[in-house]
């Protein structure tokens, strides 16, 4: 098991799984092939489950073709993956990894099965040809939450990964973490940073938790300032955030408070949806919950906030995800929203529990409470777009965040429920539910409104 900083990780909207993680994907094979381009003639894309149920609303084709082109997330810009986009669907060429031009047909090389693949809902399989239409290689890919992915044979043999030597500090589990706590006296942030500098330097952690924290206040601040009024897709989805910025500078009332904090959700749920960069915190989908309550305790602390504050905040909730990612899952496809705005809510939780001074047992007991209270939720976005009802879900997502860690600080009694028990209870609740309820868009709130989008 490696590091943990690879939870909050920059990237484009709309998905991770879906967006992220099939342009990660892409990546690795084009490395793959590296030394066969001499041979290959065309490239093949199949897209299997929930890739191919929603691919064409989160965009998972189109990422693709921008991995096929050797283009990597954090590096794009508007320009480049436009660029990109053009090169395949009006010129018919991918420079494949950026080592060979070869001819694309979209409807002959991008194929949707309706059938699932069998260790992950979502699955995909890379091809390259010779001039004889021969296959030269083939790799298949699951897209397994959080922009990670994983070929087949490491589902298959997760023991041959080679990151798996024993640590001298490790954690598994809320109740291993809270261990360690006891033992070295220290808080879960400090913790973390000691599980850090087991694969980077102090300065690198610092580093990386710092860039991770301008670009979610990047993804606000373009989210807050579009360039279009309509997010891309057939919904026409207008854009509020603008519009909410505008009418909370003009007024300020009681429940000022509760709109700052919508607006920055959906300013940042926005933005990702269009497409735009953002910190996949633990997901696409949820993106927006971990950087509203930061930028919330920003508001609050005023002059006592500063660098080591965001550093301990997201390493407490880097930790917290890390539980979710190791034990249950952070992926919609997998276990519901649950799985994505639960996390976040439950991570976001914990780290403003943190930085409000609690300590290991209250930080455990907000991320619990914050997740508790997403138990069940579905995931079923209208035709397949992180829109509806995603937006609105990263807002009450922080909202809940908020409130389980001001509950948390003010408890006393021993909490019934422990961390590890709910994110067991959550993973369980995934499997039972109905693969319609999955990412899929064939029931809730997509089948209600399909003709809306038809």
Aim: glycine residues 8%.
């Amino acid at each position: 098991m490696g590091s943990n900083l690879s939870i909050f990780k920059i990237g484009v909207g709309p998905s991770s799984s879906h967006t992220v993680g099939p342009m990660l994907a892409s990546n690795l094979f084009c490395q793959k092939i590296e030394n066969k381009k001499d041979e290959i003639v065309r490239v093949l894309i199949e897209l299997y489950g929930s890739l191919s149920l929603t691919g064409k609303g989160h965009l998972s084709d189109l990422a693709c073709i921008i991995g096929l082109n050797g283009l990597r997330a954090r590096d794009l810009t508007p320009k480049i993956k436009d660029d990109a986009i053009d090169l395949a669907l009006k010129q018919n060429k991918i420079n494949l990894g950026g080592f060979k031009l070869i001819d694309f047909i979209y409807d002959r090389d991008v194929v949707f099965h309706n059938d699932f693949l069998p260790l992950h809902e979502n699955g995909m399989k890379l091809s390259v040809f010779n001039d004889k239409q021969e296959l030269i290689d083939t790799q298949v890919y699951y897209s397994i939450g959080g922009g990670f992915v994983a070929t087949e044979e490491e589902l298959k043999n997760p023991s041959t990964d080679a990151k798996t030597e024993k640590l001298d500090l490790d954690f598994s589990s809320a109740k291993e973490l809270l261990a360690l706590c006891e033992k070295y006296n220290k808080n879960i942030a400090e913790i973390s940073m000691d599980f850090e500098k087991q694969f980077h330097t102090e300065q690198y952690i610092r580093d990386y938790c710092l860039e991770i924290w301008q670009v979610m206040q990047e993804s606000y601040t373009n989210g807050s300032h579009p360039t279009t009024d309509i997010l891309p897709g057939p919904l026409k989805l207008k854009r509020r955030a603008l519009e909410l910025k505008k009418s909370f500078e003009k007024r300020s009332d009681f429940l000022s408070l509760l709109d700052s904090i919508s607006l920055y959700a959906i300013a940042i749920a926005e933005e990702n949806a269009a497409g735009g960069k953002v910190v996949t915190a633990p997901t696409n989908g949820a993106c927006a919950i971990v950087p509203t309550v930061l930028l919330y305790m920003r508001d609050q602390m005023g002059s006592s906030f500063n660098d080591n504050v965001v550093v301990d905040f997201l390493l407490t909730a880097m930790a917290i995800g890390s539980l979710y990612k190791k034990n249950a899952s952070i992926s919609g496809a997998e276990a519901g929203c649950q799985a994505e705005v639960g996390s976040a809510s439950s991570m976001a939780a914990g780290a403003a529990a943190l930085v409000m001074g609690g300590n290991a047992l209250q930080v455990c007991c907000a991320a619990e409470i914050a997740m508790e209270h997403h138990l069940g939720l579905t995931c079923d976005p209208v035709h397949g777009l992180v829109q509806i009802p995603c937006i609105e879900r990263n807002a009450f997502g922080a909202l809940k965040a908020i409130s389980a860690a001001r509950m948390a600080m003010n408890r006393e009694s021993i909490p019934s429920v422990d961390l590890d028990q709910v994110i067991e209870t959550m993973y369980q609740t995934g499997k039972d539910m109905n693969l319609k309820y999955k990412e899929t868009a064939l029931g809730g709130l997509a089948e209600v409104l399909k003709r809306k989008c038809s």
